[in-house]
């Protein structure tokens, strides 16, 4: 048995790029680290790990993806299962009403593409200790 488990980390994104930088590098920097392409499969990894026992500290949801459901619609049904999820929004689009507000939309916060991997390290250490 670990002393301190690792935060869990939920990361939903279109982009197969975006994907292995955020999964090799947020498993660097000692995260646990699960991958989605879309809003449904989110939803699904979230699903089993709250069944399993092994929920996720947090969760960054790409707000625009091609050709299926993105983070907000997708963030509805993650907070029907669990309220207090937190979820934070992504895009490259810093006009977007969610990433302008994203408490009014139900997220913790929100980080702007490209990301900054030790600013984001530290965001999600930041959410996940408060």
Known sequence: MQAQSAIRVLVMDDEETIQQL???????????????RDGKGAILAYEKALRDGDAFDI???DLVVQGGMGGLAASEEILKQNPDARLVATSGDSLDPVMMH?????????VAKPFNLRALSAFIQQICSS
């Open 102 to 110: 994203p408490k009014l939309h139900g997220f913790v916060g929100q």
């Open 22 to 36: 955020l999964q090799e590098s947020l498993t660097l920097m000692g995260f646990e680290v699960v991958v989605t």
């Open 59 to 61: 969760v960054l949801m």
